[in-house]
């Protein structure tokens, strides 16, 4: 290059971004050489200081607005669920709940917290979310009740990616409509919005739940609990909210789909008939609770009768539960077959058409099947108490399951 002087040379760096193109332009410049060769380091520098638009929680995917307008879309739903106790409203930074105000003489505090597992899956694919808040509430109650327990109040936690305002309050319809059922309040809950960790339309939720009982009737007795002693089966209203998994995987073996007609009841989708909410118990047991007419509970849940029942016996008995002893009902049967899932597997994970199953002195039977009846309960007689011998000292075994 001969120069008497000046600027003689302009070099230009192309890229996507202005970063990039100012770092091809000086790597450019760094390959002339000349005698006097002189170049500025500052140019174009100042378009990378250009001011950006400020982000907002809203950008990211979170948006308070929609979380303070289901707030004000489930105040009334929650108020419904008041009882002895409660007088504060949601959203504050607690609930509060006034043990005094029970009549509790010497509580003991029992809670219990649960999710509903892989039944929401079909509430994801079906857009029913009302149902999965009843069974959330079950989950939590009725394991409260076997302890001899009343519920006194719920929170509830509902996670998504996204926040669906109708979904959300749907959901929570259906957890004031379970926890109506229980006599227990709604006092306060969490709803998570987490964008980018749940995929479009789905949530996860989870409950907890406390309840008290006085302390000379929490159960089990399992000192009371003897050879001879009767079992009383609830009725379930249908699969609950354990099994799911399996459920799940038979339905998609068979060829079906969730909004296919139903083949074990008529005018219902699978989607519709599986989403049946789990049964509430707790108002029908809590009078034989107080009269002290059960010796333990057992709710079926996970593991059905063989790992359920043996959580409420004493290492002197087994139990031994008799199929033949009520019908199974439609949707097991249909189960089994369309999976062709071993009588042995399902006793071990459904609860087979009995969601609460209760130890029961001989002479109080009678007394016991008559007032769940009064309480709209069907309830059967399904088994016995035994004496154990080493091998079987605690366990639960179900016979005559070839009748289903």
């Known amino acids: 290059v001969v120069t008497a002087g000046g600027r003689v040379l302009a070099v230009t760096g192309v890229s996507d971004t202005v970063q990039g193109a100012l770092d091809r332009a000086y790597a450019g410049v760094a390959t002339v050489s000349f005698d006097g060769a002189f170049h500025r380091t500052d140019i174009g520098f100042r378009a990378l200081n250009q001011p950006r638009e400020g982000l907002s929680y809203a950008d990211a995917g979170v948006d308070i607005d929609a979380g303070n307008r289901l707030v004000d879309l489930i105040k009334p739903i929650v108020k419904a669920t008041r009882r002895a106790g409660t007088d504060s409203d949601i959203g504050g930074f607690g609930g509060v709940f006034d043990l005094k105000a029970t009549g509790y003489k010497d509580p003991v505090l029992v809670s219990a917290t649960d999710g509903v597992g892989t039944k929401l899956k079909i509430a994801h694919e079906t857009r029913v979310h009302d149902t999965v808040g009843v069974d959330l509430v079950a989950m939590q109650v009725n394991d409260i009740i076997v302890q001899g327990a009343e519920p006194l109040f719920f929170l509830d936690y509902y996670a998504c990616g996204h926040l669906d305002v109708e979904a959300t309050r749907d959901f929570v319809r259906g957890v004031a409509d379970g926890c109506v059922q229980a006599g227990c309040a709604l006092i306060g809950g969490e709803t998570a919005e987490m964008p980018g960790l749940y995929a479009a339309g789905e949530y996860d939720v989870a409950g907890f739940a406390v309840g008290a009982v006085e302390r000379s009737e929490i159960l089990p007795r399992m000192d009371d609990i003897d050879s001879g002693d009767v079992l009383v089966g609830l009725a379930s209203s249908g699969i609950h909210s354990n099994g799911f998994s399996l459920v799940r995987k038979v339905v998609e073996r068979a060829g079906l789909s969730f909004d296919s007609v139903c083949p074990w009841t008529d005018g219902q989708t699978v989607g519709q008939a599986l989403l049946t909410p789990t049964r509430i118990y707790v108002k029908p047991l809590l009078p034989l609770v107080r009269r002290r007419l059960v010796k333990a509970m057992a709710h079926i849940t996970g593991g059905g009768f063989t790992d359920n029942v043996p959580r409420v016996l004493p290492k002197n008995v087994c139990a031994e539960i008799d199929a033949q002893s009520?019908?199974?009902?439609?949707?097991?049967?249909?189960?089994?077959?369309?999976?062709?899932?071993?009588?042995?597997?399902?006793?071990?994970?459904?609860?087979?058409?009995?969601?609460?199953?209760?130890?029961?002195?001989p002479g109080d039977v009678d007394d016991v099947l008559t007032t769940l009846a009064e309480g709209g309960e069907q309830a059967y007689v399904i088994g016995r108490i035994n004496a154990a011998n080493e091998a079987n000292q605690g366990t639960a075994t179900t016979i005559n399951t070839d009748a289903w």
């Open 326 to 361: 009520w019908e199974l009902p439609p949707v097991f049967r249909w189960v089994k077959r369309a999976g062709n899932i071993a009588a042995d597997e399902m006793a071990r994970t459904f609860n087979c058409g009995i969601g609460m199953v209760l130890v029961v002195a």
